[in-house]
Every structure is written in C-alpha cells, then in structure tokens.
C-alpha cells in the first residue's frame, strides 16, 4: 500500500515538473513533506542550484508533528529569506502533494511573507 502511494505521488510530481520550470526570474519553490517536517526551497533550474531553503527543522527542532501552524511559518520564513536573496517572484511546485492542509498553508504563509505566485 505505501510503494503505491509513493509511487502515485511520483507520477504526480513528473507531471507538473513537465510544466513548472524555475529560471533566474522566477524560480521555483518546492515544497516536500515528511511525517515530521515540512521543508521548502526556492530552486533556480537553468543552474540546478538552491537559493534559498527553510524547514520546521530549522524554527525550532524536530516536533512530533508539523500541523497546520507551523506549515505557515515555514512559508513566512522562506518568503523572508527570498526577499532578502532579492527574489519577489516565484513558481509553485506542491511535488505530487495536494493543494491541501499543510502545503497549502505554507503557499499561504509564502504570499503573507510578500511572495508572489
């Protein structure tokens, strides 16, 4: 059941990247999920380097789940360190996952922080 999942979550994923490109103008912000954290970088494509990454691992240690909350967080910081790398504008990446609960209240907490997307 869970390589399934997986595996659905991977075709997903192959199907945006096909559409969703990062450049030097509007990189990209990729969102991956874990059951204890949530992490989220903004990704230049046409190099392959990471500009900017934040993570609930970095507010405050490992928790025993990352709700709702703390999602946002996580979207306020990488908006921060975004404006501060000089980045205004970015493109979407959800990686397969809904636009839903978590990764959507980090998209939210990313549009508070000042990005636009």
Do not use: C, W
Not at 11 to 30: N, Q
Not at 66 to 82: R, S
């Amino acid at each position: 059941m869970a390589t399934a999942k997986v595996d659905r979550r991977q075709r997903l994923k192959y199907h945006i990247r096909k559409k969703v490109k990062g450049s030097a103008e509007r990189p990209r912000l990729s969102v991956f999920r874990s059951n204890t954290s949530i992490y989220a970088q903004i990704i230049d494509d046409i190099k392959g380097v990471t500009l900017v990454s934040a993570s609930s691992v970095d507010l405050g240690g490992r928790k025993e789940n990352t709700n709702i909350e703390t999602a946002t967080q996580v979207g306020k910081k990488i908006a921060e360190k975004a404006q501060e790398a000089g980045i205004l504008a970015v493109v979407f990446d959800r990686n397969g996952y809904l636009y839903h609960g978590k990764v959507k209240a980090l998209a939210e907490g990313a549009r508070e922080g000042g990005l636009k997307f």
